[in-house]
Structure formats: C-alpha cells, structure tokens
C-alpha cells in the first residue's frame, strides 16, 4: 500500500483511518519518501490552537523550487512543465520544459537578487496569466524572498493597500494585458498605486501588449534586457521549514484584507500531495486549471502542486467567451487536456451558450473534472458531467479555502462514488467537525452545523501578516480549540459533507471571496450616501450577486438614482475592482436595526432573495416601519 498515490475507495480509508490514528507518522512518511531535503526535521508537528502556534517538520531545511524544478532535470529535464496558451488563439502557444523553467527561474532569480531583494523580503507580483507569473513565484522561491501575489483585476487603491500592508520592496508587473478583444493598462494602475508606496523602491515591468507607457527614472525597469544578461544558474537558498513562502490575501469581515502567511514544508507537502491524488496525475498527462494564479487556486494548483509532481500544467491567458464561447473545449482538444479544474461560475456561463460550442470538439482525453470555489448546484454538476465529462469522467467538488493551503474535502476520482453538490469526503489528515451554536460538536450523521477543523494539516495558514491577534480571532475563538471556517456544511446519511455556505459576512461572487465590509466603506466614502448594507441574492450564472440597500443623507439636493447607482459601481470600481460590483441598488429611508444598532442583514437577505414570506419577527427591530418600505421598493 502506498500512501501517497490512493487507488481505490477501501485504500482511502485505510489511508484515511491511519492518517488519523498517526498524523506524524503519517506525514514523515510522506515527507521522507516523496521530497528532497537538505536537512531533516527534529519534530514532525507541534502546535496550540489557543495560542495559536502551528509548526511542521520544525528543522528542517529546504527549497521549493529544488522540488519543483532541480530534482526533475535528471530525468524530465525535457519534459514540458508549463504550457501557455495566450489569449489570442492565433498566437503560439509555447511549451516550456523543466530545463527551460530552470533557466528561466535563475535568471529572475538573479535579476531580483541584483535589486538587493533578500531572503524574507516582500515582493509584489501583480501580472496577467503569461509564463513570466509562475516564473516570478518561483523566482521569489528560490531566493527566498516572500511573494505576494496580487490579482490583476484589482484596482489601484486594492494594490497600494496590499503592498504597503506587507511593505514591499519591488514589484514585478507588466506593460498591460489581453483580456478577450480588450487590453487593460496595468502598468497605469500600478503607476497610481505606487504614488502612495514608498516602500516599493523597483517596479519590473514585462512587455506583454507593447503599449505606450510611462517608466518612472530610477524606479521603474524592463525586465527581459535585465534577464537576457542574468545568468542562468542560482543556488537555492536554503529555507527553514517554517519560513514563510509566500502572503495572499483574502477578505474578512472588516474592511482591511488579511494577508494570510503560508509556510514552506507544509505548504510544498499538502499541495502535492492533494494534486497527485486529487487530480489522478499519472505521466504524461496535461493537466489544466482555469483560475488565475492571483488566487489560492492558482498557487497551489497551477504552479506549486503541479511542479512537486513533475506533471505538466496549462496556464491560459485569456477568457472562457473569447473569440467565442468555445474556447475551453478548443483548448481541451488542441493541448488534449486530462485533467480539467474549473469553477461553477464558469460552467453555469458555459451551460447557456449552445451546445455545438462543445459538440464541435474532441474531449476525449478528459479523465477527470474538477469545481472549486463555491457549492455547486445539482444543473450545472450534471451539465458538467453529461456534455464534458460524457458520463466517464469523474468530477470532483473541491472544498478549500484560502486559508487551507490545499483541497480539504473532495472525492478521489475512480475511488470515491460521487453524488452531486456533494464534496463527499475529508482528504488523509483532515478531521472535520459539524458544530452547533452553542459550541458544541455534532456527531453522527444526517446533521448539519457549522463546518470547523479539530487538527492541524501541514498547509494551514500561520499567520495573519502582521496582526497575529486577528488571526487567532477570526479562526480560533468562535469554537474552543478547533479551526472555525466560516462555512456552514450537512453530513448526510453515509458521512459525507455537503458545504451550504458562508455563515457570516463574506458572499462568494463568481467564486470570489468578497467581504460585505469592505464594500460598504468603500460606498459610504460617497459624498451623498449615509449607510449601506450589501447582501448577497441568488444569481443563475455568479452564484450570487451584490444586492445594495443605501440610505442617502438629507442635503436637500435630488440626486437622480439612475447618476447615483453609477457612481456608486464606479467607487466600488476603484477602491476594490469590477468584480465587487452592485447588480442592485436599493435606496431606502432606513436600514433594519437591533436595539443594539446593528444591521439586520438576515431580513435583507430574505428581501433581496424575494423570500419575503418568512422575515421572522421584526417587531423588536428599532425601526420596524422601515421593513414594508423596503420590500415595496424591492428590485
Ligand atoms: C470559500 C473560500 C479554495 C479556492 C477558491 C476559493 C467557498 C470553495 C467550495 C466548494 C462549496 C466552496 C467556501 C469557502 N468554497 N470551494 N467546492 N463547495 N463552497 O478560496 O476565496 O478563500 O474562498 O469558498 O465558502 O469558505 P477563497
């Protein structure tokens, strides 16, 4: 028995039973037998939830990018490790192999050491989906430099707030990027965005669109002259276990985002680990995930997972709908993808369009299907596994987070019998727990509760950058020494989860995780408006979408609501990005309160989900009265 490639359902639960009976045996053997160290650890795992205080494989030493790229040359040196499919089919698709990573990586790697960048420094990364991203992660990696990935759809005012959160030294962005028939000017935004950073003392710009742009003297340099003259040969440095590997940031309940800190081993560990046997990767299949690097997804399952395996990952630049809603099943056919990891917002959009989009193209090298990012519903499941799966290709409902490093709960394709919206069954070393209000747990099955974790996995999140406190609240405080997700989950009759949603202020929109708090600074920050509440309304192809009830303050002036509403979208705009975006906006005399003064969100989001056939008692609201004038002004 292996444990580290699971080939049937009775193996997963003797993997699982042992994983649990022995979590540091477990692990070590793992570590031992599937990764290069430079040297060994003295404990396997020491943790406190109270403090809390998580450390895997405490002395140890190691580089990821060893694992990712040294240690294949041998014997997969030509093998292809990324496959860049760019935006405009018409342009090459590039196949770079693990020689040509290396060269590439080193190179960067010495560009980055040549602008003074030193182990545990931060560096900004703030790049569209082209090879230079991947490369700059593992560039950071290897001199062990901290990257902090920002998604290139964030706005200016997004950007700035992240870098100077964890004071980065350089950025490395582009000129601009190809988004579909249109172009964004990136560099415009972080020429803004740097107006406020004094800590960033390089930016490093990659030419990708040939636009015309402004390089600021002694601050801003184009990246390809420096790398042409690097050499393309770096020692890996050599990091402790524990050092931290990379910051990315996801949104909370208040308005500031947290820069979530992931470790080395563990992180390395549980990405590989979870992509070899959650994605059934056997060479020499193509394996492709469509989210953006930008996000947790891409770290772990584009770059750091897949190059731990020696596989060969797809990295495409552009959209599901450009230059037509074919483009997936085009690309599937053209790199005769294996395995395809996608998100429910883009299957629900893919499920509208005609079905010649898919029926013109050969899908027949898929093995395995993967959703990540949301619940998926029952329609879209069986769209997924009746047109691209065919019925023979398992899906896999992927449920993590952020926070989590890597998938926590999903089927092993060709193992677990699937059974749609259901993410089925915790991963080897994870011990989920159903929770009830009062704090105590659930068991036994055909339950619900809210979803927490009661042991450590090598590839939680350590700490918030900065403010250990918050990240000892946020996750460690509602439920006494377990991990609390935020999510709400049921454990049907056999045992497995089905995750129900976020129980508290986050929405997932398109498979993005969005705080309400964020969003209702950024539009009481509008001259015109005194409060706001935003909720979150079910949504056929996002899931669920932004729903905002808005009070304006008494100036006397009339506003027209048609102007406002597009101001407000164009705040939002700027102070998060266009996908923080309103599809609704309510102006309403007052917000439902408690005596206490708080919002009153549940009755707003009945009202918004037109459920308004059971808002419960509202006569120990404050401001009852205001109840029936929302829901007669309802959108
Ligand atoms: C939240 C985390 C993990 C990468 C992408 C999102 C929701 C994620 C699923 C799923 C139901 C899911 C949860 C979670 N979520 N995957 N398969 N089924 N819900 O990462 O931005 O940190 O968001 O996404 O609500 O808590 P994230």
Redesign the pocket.
């Known amino acids: 028995m292996s444990n580290y490639s699971i080939k049937h359902f009775e193996e997963y639960f003797q993997v699982y039973r042992k994983s649990i009976r022995d979590p540091e045996l477990f692990w070590e053997e793992i570590a031992e037998e599937h990764f290069v160290w430079r040297k060994r650890w003295n404990s396997v795992l020491k943790w406190d939830f109270k403090k809390p205080e998580i450390k895997w494989f405490g002395g140890a030493q190691l580089n990821i990018t060893e694992n990712c790229i040294d240690r294949h040359l041998r014997t997969k040196g030509d093998k292809t490790a990324i496959i860049f499919e760019p935006n405009n089919p018409n342009e090459e698709a590039l196949h770079i192999s693990y020689k040509e990573l290396h060269d590439r990586v080193t190179r960067m790697s010495n560009v980055l050491k040549d602008k003074g960048v030193k182990k545990g420094d931060r560096v900004c990364i703030y790049l569209p989906m082209i090879p230079e991203l991947a490369v700059a992660l593992l560039a950071c990696a290897r001199i062990g430099a901290i990257h902090s990935v920002v998604f290139a759809g964030f706005s200016s005012t997004a950007l700035s707030s992240r870098i100077n959160d964890s004071e980065c030294k350089v950025i490395i962005t582009s000129d601009g990027s190809y988004r579909g028939s249109k172009t964004i000017d990136l560099k415009g935004i972080v020429d803004d965005a740097l107006e406020k950073c004094p800590c960033v003392e390089t930016a490093l710009v990659v030419k990708r669109i040939n636009s015309e742009i402004t390089m600021k003297k002694g601050r801003d340099l184009w990246l390809q002259p420096l790398l042409d003259q690097a050499i393309p040969h770096c020692e890996p440095e050599i990091m402790e276990a524990e050092d931290p590997l990379f910051i990315l940031y996801?949104s909370g309940s208040t308005g500031k985002p947290k820069g979530m800190v992931h470790s080395t081993a563990g992180y390395m560990i549980y990405s590989a680990y979870t992509f070899k046997n959650i994605f059934n990767y056997k060479d020499p299949d193509v394996y492709w995930c469509t989210?953006d690097i930008g996000?947790?997804?891409g770290h772990s399952y584009i770059v750091y997972g897949p190059l731990a395996n020696g596989a060969t990952t797809l990295m495409f630049e552009g959209v599901p709908s450009y230059p037509d809603f074919g483009r997936f099943w085009e690309i599937v056919e053209k790199h005769k993808v294996n395995q395809l990891y996608t998100a429910p917002t883009a299957i629900r959009a893919l499920a509208k369009e005609n079905i010649s989009f898919i029926e013109n193209h050969d899908l027949s090298s898929l093995k395995v299907l993967g959703?990540?990012?949301?619940?998926?519903n029952e329609e879209a499941w069986h769209w997924y596994n009746d047109n691209v799966g065919k019925k023979k290709s398992p899906i896999v409902?992927?449920?993590?987070?952020?926070?989590?490093g890597g998938i926590m709960i999903s089927p092993i394709p060709y193992c677990t019998p699937t059974k749609p919206t259901y993410?089925t069954l915790p991963f080897p070393g994870i011990q989920p727990a159903l929770m009830d209000e009062h704090g105590v747990e659930i068991k036994g099955n055909q339950v619900d509760g809210r979803l927490c974790i009661k042991f450590p996995w090598p590839s939680i999140a350590r700490t918030i950058w900065g403010d250990h406190q918050r990240y000892k609240e946020t996750y460690f405080t509602a439920y006494k020494d377990m991990y609390f997700?935020?999510?709400g989950a049921l454990r049907d009759e056999v045992g497995y989860y089905r995750?129900t949603?976020?129980v508290d202020d986050?929405i997932?929109v398109s498979?993005?995780?969005l705080g309400t708090a964020p969003i209702e600074d950024s539009i009481n920050e509008h001259p015109a408006v005194a409060e706001s509440a935003i909720v979150g309304f079910p949504h056929d192809v996002k899931g669920n979408a932004l729903y905002g009830f808005v009070t304006l303050k008494e100036t006397g002036e009339s506003r027209v609501h048609e102007n406002l509403r597009k101001e407000i979208n164009q705040i939002i705009t700027e102070h998060i990005g266009p996908i923080a975006k309103l599809d609704k906006i309510q102006f309403v005399t007052g917000l439902p309160k408690t005596r206490s003064g708080k919002i009153m969100r549940r009755i707003l989001r009945k009202i918004a989900g037109n459920d308004i056939n059971n808002l419960g008692d509202t006569s120990t609201l404050l401001n009852p009265e205001v109840v029936d004038d929302i829901i007669k002004g309802a959108l």
Do not use: K, L, M, Y
């Open positions: 996801t989210a996000w947790i997804t959703s990540v990012g949301e619940p998926i409902d992927t449920w993590w987070q952020t926070e989590t993410a997700t935020g999510d995750i949603g976020r986050v997932i498979g993005h995780n």
